[in-house]
């Protein structure tokens, strides 16, 4: 592994392709660089910065797979170019140092697992028996995760067989060094016929760690096809069966396509997920000699056990050892052993929404994992396309309930009161359940009555609030394309953000103002987006539909600059009074950084406020009517 010291080559990747690759002549390389790809998509015959779908497929995505021939310009196969440090997951065309690349940024949903796979045809006109196979992998190790980048091969797209000597792991803890990876190999004992095809594939999938994932690139692609005398090929055959846990001994067989002196080995793969008690297997090694059989039958015990376990799989790798003969493809074999033991049922308490919404001091939700029963009332629509995304509130609290793939026959009915059976999770800061069933116990419960806050933060969190007198930071983030969005009010004081998501009537509607002078009361449900631990940051408040947002005009606006506002003693020690010949609403101390240390909803024109546990020194009192801001400097002694 060569390690890149410059980072200033621009910070990390953007790409590009041909548009058909052919093995035309032997022993002459044929390269793929990449150049032109500007991470529009695939398409047929590639072009306006597009992949070649003809030539390259991609799987794994949570937008789904590209098929080769099929058109993707969208989503998580168009994520335009980059020069690296990326968040969405997706493809990109990266640009490093002036050399482009195709690049994956894996995220939970996307490449985890997930592969690039290119189709190469033989068209020499001879059967290659070796391929010498070269390309540069680029890893940005900017997560504390580590993730793989394997290769294998297959001739028909279903089965592949992994190239060892190619694979690659990066670095678990990150330190945000791009590395550069140069791999390379020869493939022998190939049968790769004049005129038929080869599909190379790429494959990354999560190996350690935790949190977000590093970015890969792929480039130089560099494929010499060599023609060589034929060897006799073994293989496995058939490369993959299924038994049932109660089918005792059962059989495979290794072949030898031409009599000859060959010895190779049977061993089982890292990647079984089965052991000594599911299935009884030795390895073993096995010689052919000249002139006799061309085919060895081995045998496996399967342990018909009482236990209920997932469906698993035995993993056979074969090796050349010595001979006269190449190990060809299939080298793999796949043993699935389908378990036949019927699952206990789960064991779930029944919790008030509080009861599993607990934090520690670093926002971590201490409930993780605890299989628990929720029942409570639906709040908002449901935001995520496929499954289930909604809020759960009861007298406690409250709690997101998301599904990626299942709906359970339920659609989602703001005012139905619904129980939930899952296990309590955590994402990005927000709490979560995930079920594993839920069943409509009635409709048309009240709503909660919304909270008038001047703050988000872990109180708001699936909890319904108001935010009143608002306008924009910059009105232009309200995109209103129909995708989602973020976009930031200010009361004057505070910043918030608001989520305008893509499932809700508001994602395509212009921005909600007026020609006069106006503010906003925004009604929502609190959540939270932080990124990484500790998870003390990223609140939001998601409207739920067009009605959550209300536009007041201001018009003759009494000011509180035309009245008289007294606050005494000043400096003070204990106690200070606010006095002023005009009603305010709410009245707010920060220190001179911003932030806050005293807020309350006041009522009258006069008040006495304790500040005897203020630190000494300098604050800013602010106080708000329901159109602006007056504020004054005072001294705690």
């Not at 196979?133 to 980048?149: E, K, P």
């Not at 909604?390 to 359970?408: H, W």
């Not at 008038?452 to 995109?479: G, K, R």
Request: net charge negative; charged share 15%; proline share 5%.
């Amino acid at each position: 592994m060569k390690k890149i010291t410059l980072f200033a080559a621009a910070c990390m990747f953007a790409a590009v392709s041909h548009a058909q690759l052919m093995l035309n002549t032997p022993g002459v390389p044929q390269t793929i660089d990449f150049t032109g790809f500007a991470g529009a998509g695939f398409q047929p015959g590639g072009g306006g910065g597009m992949l070649d779908s003809d030539l390259w497929s991609a799987t794994g995505f949570s937008d789904g797979d590209v098929d080769f021939g099929e058109t993707a310009t969208t989503g998580d196969f168009a994520k335009g170019t980059t020069m690296g440090l990326v968040t969405p997951g997706g493809i990109y065309g990266v640009d490093i140092a002036g050399n482009q690349g195709l690049m994956v940024q894996p995220v939970a949903d996307d490449f985890t697992p997930g592969s690039f796979i290119l189709k190469i045809e033989n068209n020499t006109g001879i059967d290659i028996t070796e391929l010498d196979v070269a390309y540069t992998i680029y890893v940005l190790n900017d997560q504390g995760r580590s993730n793989s980048f394997n290769f294998s091969i297959s001739y028909d797209n279903v089965t592949y067989n992994p190239i060892s000597d190619l694979d690659y792991t990066s670095p678990e803890m990150m330190d945000f060094t791009p590395y550069i990876n140069e791999m390379a190999t020869t493939i022998s004992g190939l049968s790769f016929t004049a005129g038929s095809l080869l599909y190379l594939r790429w494959t990354g999938d999560d190996v350690g760690g935790a949190g977000s994932r590093d970015e890969f690139a792929l480039d130089d692609i560099v494929l010499t096809a060599i023609e060589g005398e034929p060897l006799p090929l073994v293989t496995f055959d058939p490369a993959a069966a299924l038994a049932g846990e109660a089918d005792g001994t059962v059989s495979s067989n290794i072949h030898l396509s031409a009599t000859a002196d060959c010895t190779v080995d049977v061993t089982v793969s890292v990647m079984s997920t089965t052991d000594d008690a599911d299935v009884i297997f030795t390895a073993f090694g096995h010689s052919f000699t000249a002139g006799g059989a061309t085919d060895y039958t081995f045998f496996f015990d399967i342990v018909d056990d009482l236990l209920d376990e997932p469906d698993e799989s035995l993993i056979l790798d074969l090796t050349y050892v010595s001979g006269a003969c190449a190990v060809g493809l299939p080298s793999t074999y796949l043993l699935g052993v389908i378990d036949n033991d019927t699952p206990a049922p789960l064991d779930y308490t029944e919790y008030a929404i509080s009861e599993v919404t607990g934090s520690d001091a670093g926002g971590v939700n201490t409930q993780v994992g605890a299989l628990a029963e929720l029942t409570g009332v639906v709040h908002g629509i449901n935001t995520w396309d496929g499954g289930l995304q909604f809020t759960l509130i009861d007298a406690t609290g409250g709690i997101s309930v998301f599904s990626f793939d299942q709906t359970f026959g339920y659609t989602v009915t703001e005012g139905d009161e619904v129980t939930v059976q899952g296990v309590i999770s955590q994402f990005n800061g927000l709490n979560e359940i995930e079920p594993d069933t839920l069943w409509l116990v009635d409709a048309a419960n009240p709503l909660q009555t919304p909270s008038v806050v001047t703050a988000l933060d872990e109180s708001t969190e699936s909890q319904m609030a108001t935010i009143h007198n608002l306008t924009y930071v910059d009105i232009a983030q309200w995109l209103g394309d129909g995708s989602s969005f973020n976009v930031q009010l200010t009361d004057g004081i505070n910043t918030y953000t608001i989520r305008i998501d893509n499932n809700t009537d508001l994602a395509a509607l212009p921005a909600p103002s007026i020609v006069e002078p106006f503010v906003l009361h925004v009604t929502g449900i609190g959540s939270q987006f932080d990124t990484g631990a500790p998870y003390l940051d990223g609140y939001q408040l998601l409207p739920r539909y067009a009605a959550d947002i209300e536009v007041e005009a201001v018009l003759a606006i009494p000011t509180l600059e035309e009245t008289a506002l007294t606050i005494y003693p000043n400096p003070a020690i204990d106690v200070i009074t606010v006095q002023t010949d005009a009603v305010y609403n709410n009245l707010i101390i920060t220190d001179l950084q911003g932030s806050v240390v005293f807020t309350m909803v006041m009522s009258g024109n006069t008040t006495v406020i304790p500040v005897q546990y203020l630190a000494p020194g300098a604050y800013l009192m602010h106080i708000q009517n329901e159109y602006q801001t007056k504020t004054q400097l005072f001294v705690k002694q």
